[in-house]
């Protein structure tokens, strides 16, 4: 068996250990196609991608059609609304910036099964190949990050030309026998708890508290964020935000990192309360060789909004080198 053999069948098991102790919900789970069968049957359909199992996966496309390309994979429970600032400010200078709502979120299909990572890397390829675009800078904050690594992991960079990698889950989270310092999967079940009980309170209180950091001492809640957060968490499914808390949390992206043959930018936020920084964003040149990484002092989970000025511009020079 060989090192992605395992490294695959790693994250599968560990993925159906989270799973298992999942409350609820027990139904069987979708399979992802193999790498070719998700892409070549891919199309269009106006502002909608539609996938080989027939997914609608709402995007944007916005900028000069013939402008170099970055595709952006959003965070949970958001849809690709969220990354609008990154997207607004690319596009004025120049770039095509393409960003699709995850299935199961925001405009997208709501499918019953398929809420993992393999069905999301294969949902991104799926994006890029209907679309047909090359020489792609591929970003992704949070468990987005994750879907990028998957989605180099299974299809490889021959249309990738950089990666991005913003407050990212990557490499894994999930506290296991060979990830001794990960986060104990009890806090997942936490999660998975209060999601159950009460989701529109829970992301209330997600956003009021640590992910844009207005839970700090001196920090200024802005309703605004806050309620856009809630809003775009109340449209994504039940379901498939859910089960995405096992996708995030339980994925092992060691491997699909070693894969990684681009220049790969790594941004975060220095006091991330979410995605911890040295468990993320400061192991990920140990798998991803040469990966640059930057961290902001101080910065919350959410920056995209909170440093959006700075994050634009570290985006841009990336790209312009």
Do not use: C
Not at 102 to 128: C, E, F, T
Not at 150 to 177: N, S
Not at 193 to 209: E, M, T
Not at 296 to 306: E, F, K, Q
């Amino acid at each position: 068996m060989n090192t992605r053999t395992l490294t695959v069948s790693r994250a599968f098991a560990a993925s159906l250990l989270a799973l298992a102790l999942q409350a609820g919900f027990t139904a069987n789970a979708a399979q992802p196609a193999n790498p070719t069968q998700a892409t070549a049957s891919a199309t269009v359909d106006g502002s909608y991608i539609v996938t080989h199992d027939n997914v609608r996966l709402y995007y944007k496309d916005w900028g000069p059609k013939d402008g170099p390309v970055v595709t952006f994979s959003h965070g949970w429970p958001l849809n690709s609304d969220s990354w609008e600032s990154q997207m607004i400010f690319l596009a004025s200078q120049g770039y095509r910036v393409v960003a699709h709502d995850r299935r199961g979120h925001g405009r997208s299909s709501q499918p019953w099964d398929g809420n993992d990572m393999d069905h999301y890397a294969d949902d991104l390829a799926a994006v890029i190949a209907a679309l047909d675009l090359r020489d792609v800078t591929v970003v992704g904050f949070s468990t987005g990050g994750g879907e990028v690594a998957r989605y180099i992991g299974r299809h490889g960079t021959a249309r990738v030309k950089k990666a991005v990698l913003v407050g990212a889950v990557t490499p894994f989270l999930l506290k296991t026998d060979d990830n001794p310092d990960g986060i104990p999967l009890e806090v997942f079940d936490g999660f998975r708890k209060d999601a159950q009980a009460n989701r529109s309170q829970q992301y209330l209180d997600i956003a009021s508290g640590p992910f844009f950091g207005f839970n700090q001492p001196g920090a200024t809640p802005n309703q605004g964020l806050i309620q856009s957060f809630w809003a775009q968490g109340m449209q994504a499914g039940h379901k498939a935000t859910y089960d995405s808390i096992a996708a995030f949390s339980a994925s092992d992206f060691r491997g699909d990192l070693r894969r990684f043959d681009v220049p790969t930018l790594v941004i975060h936020g220095g006091g991330d309360q979410i995605v911890p920084v040295d468990l993320t964003a400061n192991a990920v040149p140990r798998y991803a060789k040469g990966a640059k990484v930057i961290v902001y002092p101080g910065a919350p989970h959410g920056i995209t909004d909170t440093h959006k000025d700075r994050l634009n511009q570290d985006l841009l020079d990336f790209l312009r080198e």
